[in-house]
Nanobody
Framework: QVQLVESGGGLVQPGGSLRLSCAAS????????MGWYRQAPGKQRELVAR???????NYADSVKGRFTISRDNAKNTMYLQMNSLKPEDTAVYYC?????????WGQGTQVTVSS
C-alpha cells in the first residue's frame, strides 16, 4: 500500500505563497492521475488541482491562475505551488490519486491564510 505524506503548510498572510509537497512511498505518479484536495471547516473536501499520468493539468476555477501542480518522478514527490493566497484558501490540504481512494488519505497539511 502506497503511503502519501503531505507537508509544507503553515500560516501566511493574504497575497503570500506556499509550496506544498506530497511524498509517496513509491512512484505512484506513473500509474495514476494525482490530485490535491482541500477541506475547509464545515465544507466538503474538494479537488483543487489534478495532474494526469501524461502531465496535463486541471484546476478548480477558484484557484486557476494562482496554483500550480507539478511532480518530480525521480523524487516520488508531487507539489502544489500556491500564490496570491486568499483567506478562502484556508483549509487542510491532502494529496491522493484522482479520483481519490480511501486507503490513500493521509493527515493532510494545514494552510491558514490570515493577517
Amino acid at each position: 500500500q502506497v503511503q502519501l505524506v503531505e507537508s509544507g503548510g503553515g500560516l501566511v498572510q493574504p497575497g503570500g505563497s506556499l509550496r506544498l509537497s506530497c511524498a509517496a512511498s513509491r512512484n505512484i505518479f506513473r500509474d495514476y492521475p494525482m490530485g490535491w484536495y482541500r477541506q475547509a471547516p464545515g465544507k466538503q473536501r474538494e479537488l483543487v488541482a489534478r495532474i494526469s499520468r501524461g502531465g496535463s493539468t486541471n484546476y478548480a476555477d477558484s484557484v486557476k491562475g494562482r496554483f500550480t501542480i507539478s511532480r518530480d518522478n525521480a523524487k516520488n514527490t508531487m507539489y502544489l505551488q500556491m500564490n496570491s493566497l486568499k483567506p478562502e484558501d484556508t483549509a487542510v490540504y491532502y494529496c491522493n490519486v484522482a479520483p481519490p481512494r480511501v486507503m490513500h488519505w493521509g493527515q493532510g497539511t494545514q494552510v491558514t491564510v490570515s493577517s
